[in-house]
């Protein structure tokens, strides 16, 4: 199914803490997805690549987290200082194109913020 | 209002029986997904269905735009199918973003 690749699995921080986490899309696939998966389940649209390029993010996203999707590297999506309501599963996906396409989704990682 | 909605939220089945499970969507379309997320958290693709039918296996999906639903269909339910469904969508923004509903958790007995 997904080749998707998440690390970590899990993720401890303190507040204030920076947290890091890594994503490698599925060969072949150059739009990558970040969401956030909250403990009520809820589901977050974070962030959106396509290739090196942010597509679209959402404010939380532009103000306290950092993102990236080098070439040749894993993406990664870096939370600058965590927040107690941070503590979620993050949840990375990769596709062939931004509208029509399957979304392949990673295992996540799941942060939590002491 | 909340663009996608499943019903019923939560489902329990003995082993054997059949399930639908349900999605009905607010806003216009240009893709639907249906997930299985493992108790463990990971997320399964389990159809890409913007219309019509599509089978896999013991599961028949079917999404049907101008009523704005879309459903599940699991026959034969087993234990190993237990875990939450989740129905997403695109809304014809061509961003490929998703829309989650808010699940379906499946409990099936032996």
């Known amino acids: 199914n997904s080749k998707v690749i998440q690390t970590p699995r899990y993720l401890v921080k303190g507040q204030g803490q920076k947290a890091k986490m890594r994503c490698i899309p599925e060969?072949?696939?150059?739009?990558v997805f970040w969401y956030q998966q909250n403990k009520n389940n809820e589901f977050k649209f974070l962030i959106n690549f396509q290739n090196q390029e942010v597509l679209q993010q959402i404010d939380m996203t532009e103000k306290r987290f950092s993102a990236e999707c080098p070439s040749n590297s894993p993406c990664s999506l870096e939370i600058q200082s965590s927040e107690a309501g941070d503590s979620a599963l993050y949840l990375c996906?990769?596709?062939?194109?931004?509208?029509?396409?399957?979304?392949?989704f990673g295992s996540g990682t799941r942060l939590t913020v002491l | 209002g909340q663009q996608v909605q499943q019903s019923p939220a939560s489902l329990v089945l003995q082993e054997g029986e059949n399930a639908e499970l349900q999605c009905n969507f607010s806003?216009?379309?240009?893709?639907m997904q249906w997930f299985y997320q493992r108790p463990g958290g990971s997320l399964v693709s389990l159809f890409y269905?913007?219309?019509g039918t599509k089978h896999s296996g013991r599961l028949t999906s079917t999404t049907v735009i101008k009523e704005r639903r879309s459903s599940l269909h699991i026959s034969s339910s087993q234990t190993t199918d237990s875990g939450t469904y989740l129905c997403a969508l695109d809304p014809n923004t061509n961003t490929g973003k998703l829309t989650f509903g808010d699940g379906t958790v499946l409990t099936v007995k032996p």
């Open positions: 060969k072949g696939h150059p739009v």
């Open positions: 996906a990769s596709s062939l194109g931004q509208g029509g396409e399957t979304l392949y």
């Open positions: 806003t216009s379309l240009n893709s």
């Open positions: 269905n913007p219309s």
